[in-house]
């Protein structure tokens, strides 16, 4: 399986301030048609996940451009421009170039 | 906009076999080049994937609970079905199904099955 890695655990962050979590993967997430299958999703309180990214850099539907996804092959970024109250909960990124998808172990961000 | 909702027992016993449903609404489960997926979270831990059916009705399973699982669709219901046997307590977990091309794109609220006597 591939393992995704997240860097750091947990954040806390004052509003507006931003944001960065990394990702990493055991093996390339660059497929041969030039994708690049790494997702971000973020997990609020009591709620599924939701997308916000899709392959590297990619917003999702609906999804604020203080978000933006960034990286490739194995190393992977999350940022956030200015953290919104509304942006805690647990934050992580997902790997489907292989099965079986996994994700990494999340993580949880706060608002100072 | 597609939603989807799952439903089935929330207590399952040790041994027997978990089935779960996933309905969905607002657009058809045999319809567009989607996969749609079944994903577990125990409480307060991560997340897991267990496996996937295509629109053609292939499926792919996670090697580590594939001798146990079965993912199914009804296209005249308009539902996707997990079973899940034999099950143990490390199988309590919120059941999560999703829709996607290559991802888990929509999700359900999920449904909270917990393996006990």
């Known amino acids: 399986d591939i393992v995704m890695t997240q860097t750091p655990l947990s954040l806390s962050v004052t509003p507006g301030q931003p944001a960065s979590i990394s990702c990493k993967s055991s093996q390339s997430l660059l497929h041969s048609d030039a994708k690049t299958y790494l997702y971000w999703y973020l997990q609020k309180p009591g709620q599924p996940p939701q997308l916000l990214i899709y392959?590297?850099?990619n917003r999702f539907s609906g999804v604020p451009d203080r978000f933006s996804g960034s990286g490739s092959g194995t190393d992977f970024t999350l940022k956030i421009s200015r953290v919104e109250a509304e942006d805690v909960g647990v934050y992580y990124c997902m790997q489907s170039i292989q099965f079986p998808w996994t994700f990494g172990q999340g993580t949880k961000v706060e608002i100072k | 906009q597609v939603q989807l909702q799952e439903s089935g027992p929330g207590l399952v016993k040790p041994s027997q076999t978990l089935s779960l449903t996933c309905t969905v609404s607002?657009?058809?489960?045999?319809?567009?080049?989607?996969?749609w997926s079944w994903i577990r979270q125990p409480a307060g831990k991560g997340l897991e994937w267990i496996g996937r059916i295509y629109t053609s009705g292939s499926t792919d399973y996670n090697p580590s609970l594939k001798s146990r699982v079965t993912i199914s669709v009804d296209t005249s219901k308009n539902q996707l079905s997990l079973n899940l046997s034999s099950v143990t307590a490390a199988d309590t977990a919120v059941y999560y199904c999703?829709?996607?091309?290559?991802?888990?794109?929509?999700w359900g609220q999920g449904t909270l099955v917990t393996v006990s006597s």
């Open positions: 999703a829709r996607g091309i290559a991802t888990a794109a929509r």
């Open positions: 392959e590297v850099s």
């Open positions: 607002g657009g058809s489960i045999s319809s567009g080049n989607y996969y």
